[in-house]
């Protein structure tokens, strides 16, 4: 089967190297860079399973600039281009999706298109509408920045937004791609599985929410969360997972899904979803409020993304501390070696973690490094359980 992959970020290029093990994929990127990175075997994300298995499989699998090379004959066209959440119209902005459909189905007349970008819920129906084909399929994706591949070879579930055969042919396509059998898959109605993806998201910012506003309990208290963590995650019903306090739920996904969610309720009466998006505001100006009383002169942030093995800092909540502290007017400098463009919004950017360490009075962290070891008296940070 010849495959077009729309967009090669974490979720694109994920699904393009599971589907190339046994069709012709072509990926397709407006950056020519990670276009050249892909032909090159080369990773364009921070994903080490990833690296590895786009060197050592045999991979039917090349990328291009060019829109209209990919989907000359294309049987499956995937979309997986950015939707970030506008907040003038409260609702993500969907015209990459948009204008990949209108190519798509232009120039593909037989061709299922798989959107796995996340949308709001109706708009498989309104598209589907307006360009006048039942060939348009939301499945929503799960995956985990750092770990993107594993958790297509290994997924916990296929949800598939299409009762038909063209559903269950991609669920079909993707449970082949698999390392694992027995793989639930699910096949909804496409408004549903619109919803799963962001009741999903936003379940889990809530559970972020939750075990950060205890900690912010314990912490005015003077109490020891991790007993109370401890203790109540002993209830099966609750668990032992996900419960790390964190500066807030930041990244790509969760920020952007609880606020598409909250507009998507409309006249729907809510409280726990308004609560879930204004939580992670709190959260921030409370632990900000705890730096700021320590009075240093110099902040050192050590690292802008949201977790371990990632490379995407995108509305991480590291950045909504630092801009609550600078507006106290206290020094932050920043150390991150991704970054090339220095200074980071009025912020020094180091790539020398000693001087670093030596220039900052406090060092917040979201997450806990050994390179900070020998500087722990320094350390900000809520890590309890040394985990993402």
Request: net charge negative.
């Amino acid at each position: 089967m010849k495959i077009a992959v729309f967009g090669l970020g974490y979720v694109g290029i994920s699904n393009a190297a599971l589907l190339a093990q046994n069709h012709s994929v072509t990926g397709v990127d407006l950056d020519a860079d990670r276009v050249a990175q892909v032909n090159d075997r080369i990773s364009p994300v921070i994903d080490d399973e990833l690296s590895t298995f786009l060197t050592e499989q045999a991979l039917d699998l090349r990328a291009t600039t060019q829109a209209e090379e990919a989907l000359d004959g294309a049987e499956l066209v995937i979309v997986a281009t950015p939707t970030n959440y506008d907040p003038d119209t409260n609702s993500f902005n969907t015209s990459s999706v948009d204008m990949v459909l209108s190519q798509a189905v232009r120039h593909c007349a037989d061709s299922t298109i798989i959107i796995k970008s996340t949308i709001p819920v109706g708009y498989i129906e309104r598209m589907r509408a307006e360009l006048g084909t039942d060939r348009i399929i939301f499945s929503p994706e799960f995956l985990r920045e750092g770990q993107a591949l594993r958790d297509n070879l290994y997924p916990n579930r296929i949800v598939v937004g299409d009762q038909t055969e063209r559903g269950q042919a991609f669920a079909d396509v993707m449970v082949q791609g698999a390392a694992i059998d027995d793989i639930p898959v699910l096949l909804t109605n496409p408004s549903e599985a619109e919803a799963i993806k962001l009741f999903s998201n936003t379940y889990l910012a809530m559970r972020v929410a939750y075990f950060n506003e205890l900690d912010s309990y314990a912490m005015a208290g003077g109490m020891d969360s991790r007993q109370i963590i401890d203790g109540i995650s002993l209830d099966p019903r609750i668990g032992g997972h996900y419960n790390n306090p964190s500066f807030g739920y930041g990244g790509y996904c969760l920020p952007k899904d609880t606020k598409q969610l909250l507009a998507n309720y409309n006249d729907v009466p809510q409280n726990l979803i308004r609560a879930i998006v204004d939580a992670n505001r709190t959260r921030k100006d409370f632990l900000a409020d705890q730096i700021i009383a320590k009075a240093p002169k110099v902040v050192g942030v050590y690292r802008l993304a949201m977790k371990s093995g990632s490379d995407n800092y995108r509305q991480s909540s590291i950045q909504g501390i630092m801009k609550r502290i600078k507006a106290k007017g206290i020094e932050v400098i920043v150390f991150e070696p991704l970054l090339d463009d220095e200074p980071f919004f009025g912020s020094r950017v180091y790539r020398d973690l000693e001087a670093f360490k030596a220039d900052s009075d406090l060092i917040v962290t979201n997450r806990q490094a050994e390179v900070l070891d020998d500087v722990q008296e320094k350390v900000f940070t809520r890590d309890l359980f040394g985990l993402d």
